[in-house]
């Protein structure tokens, strides 16, 4: 993919006009559908399709996404790095809709990403404690009195093409202190760009394991 420019001056003038990310129990939980305002579709090139293609190796295989209902914008690629953070820093531009992953060249990847609605705002910096790969999702007590239909699975969802999870999770913490926040995949291409979610950041499966199995278990998070 051609790189993009963008300075970061422009990056934090835009991470500043707008609140940050949702918050309050990872709400992945009881997915919602995003009705799309219109059947817009882009033409997806042929190596976009290869890096968004099925995943059969996986424990539960994974379907390709998509693409042509994902604005382009949103589509993982190299870029110049905007943040100024130090290699292997994760940061969640909330309101541009992006997470890069600084690399020790001045590159990042950048992949697109669906945030948490209005309402549920946490900001600031923490650290990946640790990482799953098709875990058991687990909703927090105060997301089950919102949600009642979510009774059957206080004590967890086994891993699996339902979970709302997904295929890989980031669990952030705050000293020892877990945030509640997840970094996880997602089947839906149209939540991408979106703010759908109660909390989490949500990134396409094929994306998600990409971020994954390059990011460090202790990196710095920093969400803007």
């Known amino acids: 993919m051609t790189l993009t420019l963008l300075g970061r001056r422009q990056f934090m003038a835009g991470a500043a006009s707008l609140s940050a990310l949702a918050l309050a129990g990872c709400a992945?939980?009881?997915?919602?559908a995003v009705v799309p305002t219109g059947p817009v579709r882009h033409a997806?090139?042929?190596?976009?399709?290869?890096?968004?293609?099925?995943?059969y190796d996986?424990?539960?295989?994974?379907r390709a996404a998509d693409m042509s209902l994902v604005d382009p914008i949103y589509w993982r690629q190299?870029?110049?790095?905007?943040?100024?953070e130090k290699p292997?820093?994760?940061?969640?531009?909330?309101?541009?809709r992006f997470l890069y992953h600084v690399h020790d060249d001045g590159l990042a990847t950048r992949y697109?990403?669906?945030?948490?609605?209005?309402?549920?705002?946490w900001s600031g910096r923490a650290h990946i404690a640790y990482k799953r790969a098709w875990p058991r999702w687990t909703p927090p007590a105060e997301m089950i009195a919102r949600q009642p239909e979510l009774e059957p699975y206080r004590h967890g969802m086994e891993p699996g093409i339902d979970n709302p999870l997904g295929a890989r999770t980031l669990y952030?913490?705050?000293?020892?202190?877990?945030?509640?926040?997840?970094?996880?995949?997602?089947?839906?291409e149209r939540s991408i760009g979106k703010a759908v979610s109660s909390g989490c950041v949500r990134l396409l499966q094929q994306d998600i394991i990409h971020?994954?199995?390059?990011v460090r278990t202790g990196s710095t998070l920093l969400v803007i």
């Open 28 to 32: 992945t939980t009881a997915p919602r």
């Open 44 to 55: 997806v090139p042929a190596d976009v399709q290869m890096m968004y293609g099925p995943l």
């Open 58 to 62: 996986e424990p539960y295989p994974l």
């Open 78 to 84: 190299q870029v110049i790095d905007p943040t100024g």
């Open 88 to 96: 292997g820093t994760v940061v969640v531009d909330t309101p541009n």
């Open 112 to 121: 697109g990403v669906g945030i948490g609605r209005d309402g549920y705002a």
């Open 172 to 188: 952030i913490h705050q000293g020892n202190v877990d945030t509640i926040y997840r970094i996880h995949g997602n089947p839906d």
């Open 211 to 214: 971020l994954h199995d390059a």
